[in-house]
């Protein structure tokens, strides 16, 4: 049996600083703008370093410009939609939401601990929509991106 080589920007715990804004995301209603966007910057250089290494293994394995700009396009559509896109618009959407729940059904809550709620609410979301964003991506990308230009 073959053994399967580790991806170290997929398989290892490098790939939660994927989901750096994830963590700004959840942070939003507590922390100054600058830092959820802080945590964009986090999460887009973990896209481009994956990017940079799929292209460069590309270039190491085959060195046609043709199959270096597929794969290293591969790694950034699926990187940019798994990491930073999908599960960003996610957990803003679901801190957006608790607020708004807890503004309207909590009133006995203050203002400041529905923030931290929702934070909460938020960091806990990150472990459960992980592996789904990106089998989910995968699935999108086998059948559109890789469909047509790998085939």
Known sequence: MAEVKKDFFRDTWVR????????????????PARVVRASYSVAFAYVLADTGHKGWEMVKKDGRPRMVV?????????????????PGFTINRICAVSNS????????????ARNWVTVAIGLASIPVIVH???AGVTVLMDMTYRKWVKS
């Open 16 to 31: 939660y600083l994927g989901y750096a804004n994830e963590v700004g995301e959840s942070f939003r209603s507590v922390v």
């Open 70 to 86: 597929v794969e290293t396009s591969d790694a950034l559509l699926w990187q940019t939609l798994a990491s930073v896109i999908i």
């Open 101 to 112: 729940l807890l503004t309207k059904h909590a009133k006995k809550i203050p203002p400041n």
């Open 132 to 134: 789904p964003i990106d």
